[in-house]
């Protein structure tokens, strides 16, 4: 599998505190066994983002990603609720 993450991602993430990177770190090695996993909340969205999937970092995080073609997974946004908008 390999992960690309796209530039919009890479500012936000920037912006995140240094504790939420870490725990995001964290959530993407878990990603790259199973994106599946339980632990990760993955799940399928709907409306305007239909086509793209998104997990759990912790309550309030999350990161959106789309399965390209392939063994390639794009993340497009990370951040709190608000990046559903």
């Known amino acids: 599998m390999q992960i690309q993450h ?4 890479k ?3 920037k912006r995140l505190s240094r ?7 964290k959530k993407e090695k ?3 066994k199973n994106p599946f996993d ?3 909340k993955t799940h399928k969205l709907t409306g305007e983002l239909d086509g793209y999937w998104a997990f759990s970092i912790n ?3 999350r990161i959106i990603f789309q399965f ?4 390639i ?8 609720h608000d990046i559903y908008d």
């Open 6 to 9: 796209l530039s919009g991602f």
């Open 11 to 13: 500012r936000q993430y």
């Open 19 to 25: 504790e939420v990177q870490i725990m995001a770190e």
């Open 30 to 32: 878990i990603f790259r």
């Open 38 to 40: 339980s632990r990760l």
């Open 59 to 61: 309550f309030s995080y």
């Open 68 to 71: 390209a073609d392939g063994e």
């Open 73 to 80: 997974i794009y993340f497009y946004r990370i951040g709190k």
